[in-house]
């Protein structure tokens, strides 16, 4: 398979399990269905698109993946019937089995038995990474509704906007600690001196998808806590598609060496 179909494969595949998750959060009973609905059905397209696109060959991994999908079509469908919150075993259920196959996938780049505390470093930073792009789509999402519905309590958007800075210096911070356990591979090394191709990819992964953020983070915070959710909603998007790049950045040294940078 090509490696950017799998690239593609991880992080939307990663998007949509915790977008998943933090449906589930109880700030947003306060939005309305409606906000469930569509975001049930962005992360379920996201989920199909990931599987599509980039899905490896049948495997354990990929079964668990069908698993999710399915299990967040079932949410989908109980929206149109029941109260959204009735419905958080299902969404807990869905994210453990995408969690599930994600891990079983990640055996594939880092051996569980041969090097264990490698593999639950580099699970644990795919499960930050997960939340972290799951919780800016979610934000970004919820700035929409203040659209339509000005009057809205402020709380909810505040509540993920700080979510999401708190991921993106927690990852950010996981990140660069990734690359001072890494300094000893050579591919690393010549990376860092720009004595490769791959040195591009790195100061991008870092300057795009972990300084950005940092600096759009409190400036979101600034926005909000002033209630000028559209400017909010705007750096979000901003924000979000440079954690977007630096996902998909930090998934080529997943492939290429079995770190997640």
């Known amino acids: 398979m090509d490696r950017i179909h799998e690239i593609i494969f991880l992080v939307l595949g990663s998007l949509a399990v915790g977008g998943t998750f933090l449906l589930s959060a109880p700030t947003l009973t306060a939005v309305g269905n409606s906000f469930y609905r569509v975001n049930?059905?962005?992360?379920l397209a996201t989920a199909l698109l990931a599987l599509f696109l980039g899905a490896p060959?049948?495997?354990?991994?990929?079964?668990?993946?069908?698993?999710?999908?399915?299990?967040l079509f079932v949410y989908n469908l109980r929206l149109w019937f029941l109260h959204p919150y009735s419905s958080c075993l299902l969404l807990?259920?869905?994210?453990?089995l995408g969690i599930a196959g994600f891990l079983i996938a990640l055996g594939d780049f880092v051996s569980p038995t041969e090097a264990p505390y490698r593999f639950i470093f580099l699970s644990l930073h795919t499960m930050l990474q997960s939340l972290l792009l799951g919780a800016g789509t979610v934000a970004m999402l919820l700035g929409h509704?203040?659209?339509?519905?000005?009057?809205?309590?402020?709380?909810?958007?505040?509540?993920?906007?700080?979510?999401?800075?708190?991921?993106?210096?927690?990852?950010?911070?996981?990140?660069?600690?990734?690359?001072?356990m890494a300094a000893q591979s050579p591919k690393?090394?010549?990376?860092i001196l720009l004595n490769s191709f791959e040195g591009l990819y790195l100061w991008i992964r870092f300057i795009i998808g972990v300084l950005g953020p940092m600096l759009l983070a409190p400036m979101i915070i600034k926005t909000v806590s002033e209630r000028a959710t559209m400017s909010a909603t705007g750096l979000l998007y901003i924000a979000m598609l440079m954690g977007l790049i630096g996902a998909l950045f930090s998934r080529f040294f997943?492939?290429?060496?079995?770190?997640?940078?």
């Not at 690393?188 to 990376?191: E, T």
Request: cysteine-free; proline content about 3%.
């Open 92 to 96: 807990w259920f869905a994210a453990t």
């Open 145 to 180: 509704t203040y659209l339509t519905e000005p009057t809205l309590s402020i709380v909810p958007l505040m509540f993920f906007s700080r979510a999401f800075m708190r991921l993106v210096f927690a990852e950010g911070g996981w990140a660069i600690l990734n690359l001072i």
């Open 254 to 261: 997943l492939l290429v060496d079995g770190r997640l940078i």
């Open 57 to 71: 060959a049948i495997s354990l991994s990929t079964l668990f993946f069908i698993s999710f999908i399915f299990i």
């Open 188 to 191: 690393v090394q010549n990376a």
């Open 40 to 43: 049930g059905i962005v992360f």
